[in-house]
């Protein structure tokens, strides 16, 4: 007979069968991971707890092995929870790692939990199970971060400040429809991680290694059991299917260019050219050098853990899209970029909640960043309300921001008898235009920026949450 394979310390591989002699080392460290998925070990047993009472209903263990089988899990979790777990050389995932200290514990009954079962289920059902829990921890934070902005364009309503199109001024608008502008693409996300949520939950335990159980597993009560909301049809394709990870880090993505736009915003308006707010001492740093120095660190850093996250989602993809069917060994490197990912959600979203909510405007500066050629489009407006086609008010409009230039005055400077020259339906009222509130608060359809259109999206947006 042939010696069965052992690691380079002696130990006996889960798979060792086949082989004969020992594993290069180095392979064995180029193989492991056990230095980063050793996280999933809680739901590493929740899943072996679940599949033992499972294999009993099943026939294959008896319900006293099964018993023993979960009460020795029990005790393997308390070494996890208390930090008294050694993990030794050997231990090539947190799956061979659990099921050697359960075989210390419980003795050689520990060999007949993997019955049917493959570390190919095993780890995408560990992975659903985890994941499922940060998405709920995740989605908590996200909704903390869209309650700040919506109770804060509430607060903040009556302050005026420019908007801007290519980073010029465009036209007046209010500082809570900025707000609710990234807040609304933050909900877009919120909506995406729901959507997302449904095919994390599906259990792909009693797939085996990619041709099903063999032994009449009861998938949908093993499912049940788990609090899976179904069972994945396909155990070919349940072993390799990443997509919801994949799904996952698009979310983060998309979230993570979305924090990054908006700490743009937010880095510009707080130079002192623009002065339209200023960042809490908490979420700034100085300068080792000059002494005046505030610099805006937290919103650069969101910016920069965009990159972070858009190279995540690249890395798992190029992975995936040369891969043959079912489990190829390729699919360890999901976790590593899973796991930092979610790592860094768990600071990007309570920083930028941070930075909201003790963020101080400065409604005077936005103000005096209004500029009368900013209601050069309302010029234009009254005259359609005269009856003027759009198209030649625009033109007319133009010429009358053009003689303001040539005047070297504010446009809102011409009164009725330098207009008059430009169109005849220009009347008296035509000065009323020069006011920024009244810009403003015409466009009060759904979506604009008038104070009750404006309350209107605040509002939409809590309702839509506490839904």
């Not at 999933?40 to 072996?48: C, T, V």
Request: aromatic residues 8%; contains cysteine.
């Amino acid at each position: 007979a042939q010696p069965i394979r052992r690691n380079s310390s002696g130990t006996k591989k889960l798979w060792g069968g086949r082989f004969t002699g020992e594993t290069d080392p180095l392979m064995e460290q180029f193989n492991a991971s056990i230095g980063f998925d050793k996280r999933l070990w809680k739901y590493d047993i929740e899943g072996s707890c679940a599949y033992a009472k499972a294999l009993s209903k099943a026939g294959i263990l008896t319900t006293k092995e099964s018993e023993k089988l979960v009460e020795g899990l029990h005790q393997v979790a308390k070494e996890w929870e208390n930090g008294t777990f050694a993990i030794k050389e050997g231990d090539e995932d947190i799956h061979t790692a659990n099921e050697r200290r359960l075989g210390e514990i419980i003795g050689g009954l520990a060999g007949k939990l993997h019955t049917g079962r493959s570390r190919n289920d095993q780890v995408a059902t560990d992975v659903r199970l985890w994941l499922k829990n940060e998405i709920k921890e995740i989605r908590g934070l996200l909704v903390d971060l869209l309650e700040t902005a919506a109770k804060r364009s509430t607060s903040e309503i009556d302050y005026l400040m420019p908007g801007y199109t290519h980073l010029q001024p465009a036209q007046p608008i209010r500082w809570s429809h900025w707000i609710l502008s990234h807040a609304w693409r933050w909900k877009r996300d919120l909506d995406r991680l729901d959507d997302l949520q449904k095919r994390v939950d599906m259990c792909p335990l009693g797939s085996g290694a990619l041709a099903g159980h063999p032994f009449g597993l009861e998938r949908e009560a093993l499912a049940k059991d788990l609090e899976f909301a179904g069972i994945t049809p396909n155990s070919l394709d349940a072993v390799s299917d990443r997509d919801f990870i994949a799904e996952f880090l698009f979310f983060a993505s998309m979230l993570g260019i979305h924090l990054s736009q908006w700490s743009e915003d937010l880095i510009i308006y707080g130079t002192k050219e623009f002065g339209y707010v200023q960042m809490s001492d908490a979420y700034s740093t100085g300068s080792s050098l000059m002494p005046q120095k505030k610099n805006p660190d937290a919103l650069e850093l969101l910016r920069g853990k965009s990159g972070r996250h858009i190279g995540q989602l690249i890395g798992l993809l190029t992975t995936l899209k040369g891969l043959p069917s079912t489990y190829n060994k390729d699919l360890q490197e999901d976790k590593e970029l899973l796991f930092d990912c979610v790592d860094t959600l768990h600071a990007t979203i309570p920083i930028s909640t941070g930075v909201l909510s003790t963020l101080k405007p400065n409604p005077e500066r936005m103000r005096s960043g209004l500029a009368g050629e900013m209601l050069a489009t309302d010029l234009a407006d009254y005259l359609v309300r005269k009856g003027v086609p759009f198209r030649e008010t625009h033109h007319i409009a133009g010429e009358a921001v053009a003689l303001a230039e040539k005047m070297e005055v504010d446009l809102t400077e011409l009164g009725y008898a330098e207009l008059k020259q430009l169109h005849p339906a220009f009347a008296e009222d035509v000065t009323d235009v020069w006011q920024f509130e009244s810009s403003v608060e015409c466009r009060s359809a759904l979506g604009g920026t008038s104070k009750t259109a404006v309350q209107a999206q605040a509002d939409l947006l809590i309702s839509q949450l506490k839904n």
